[in-house]
T-cell receptor
């Protein structure tokens, strides 16, 4: 079983739809929870991060963490064609020496069509 | 001005060859990483260096050898390339490698697409 599970999709939605992306994890030691966005043939870029359970909002994006259920979500409101990308959830685990290591989900490919 | 750059962007080579990928960051970060992304987009960390010191070394064949001449550069040398090494290799950097030091915010390069035939 992978430490982080994410449905790879693809997910296809019409412009303006609300998108829900989800990840589950098994390691209760994970501290930071992140969403990275990766456009085709580009490197991932950090979209949002959160540390505690609850919601965090940034414009059209809301990140939600439920540590008791080991479940995180990213909601995109009023989705735009420019949101078409692969969304990777990531979680941080502390390794030896206090250094962090990110564990990524498989990524969900999202297509928003006009 | 590119924050994290990698060369080459594409690399096509035959099995058994040795190749290197170079990475440079101009963000002033202390920590750099190498990741491998396979055909299913699964991104997995391979190595991490903090101020030229190796801090993360995942279970990677010893044909892969990273080198960090200074904190702005991290290179990856691969010996005796195999078909299974075909992937996109990403370099990344963060301000710090420590848990509370912003290590979650990593800046990725554009990737090097390696194809082994």
């Amino acid at each position: 079983q992978k430490e982080v599970e994410q449905d790879p999709g693809p997910l296809s939605v019409p412009e303006g739809a609300i998108v829900s992306l989800n990840c589950t994890y098994s390691n209760s030691a994970f501290q930071y929870f992140m969403w990275y966005r990766q456009y085709s043939r580009k490197g991932p870029e950090l979209l949002m991060y959160t540390y505690s359970s609850g919601n965090k909002e940034d414009g059209r994006f809301t990140a939600q963490v439920d540590k008791s259920s080991k479940y995180i979500s990213l909601f995109i409101r009023d989705s735009q064609p420019s949101d078409s990308a692969t969304y990777l959830c990531a979680m941080s685990a502390i390794g030896s020496g206090g250094y962090n290591k990110l564990i990524f989900g498989a990524g969900t490919r999202l297509a928003v069509h006009p | 001005d590119t924050a994290v750059s990698q060369t080459p962007k594409y690399l096509v080579t035959q099995m058994g060859n040795d190749k290197s990928i170079k990475c440079e960051q101009n963000l002033g970060h202390d920590t750099m990483y190498w990741y491998k992304q396979d055909s299913k987009k699964f991104l997995k960390i391979m190595f991490s260096y903090n101020n030229k010191e190796l801090i993360i070394n995942e279970t990677v064949p010893n044909r892969f050898s990273p080198k960090s001449p200074d904190k702005a550069h991290l290179n990856l040398h691969i010996n005796s390339l195999e078909l299974g090494d075909s992937a996109v290799y990403f370099c990344a950097s963060s301000q710090s490698g420590l848990a509370g030091g912003g290590s979650y915010e990593q800046y990725f390069g554009p990737g090097t697409r390696l194809t082994v035939t």
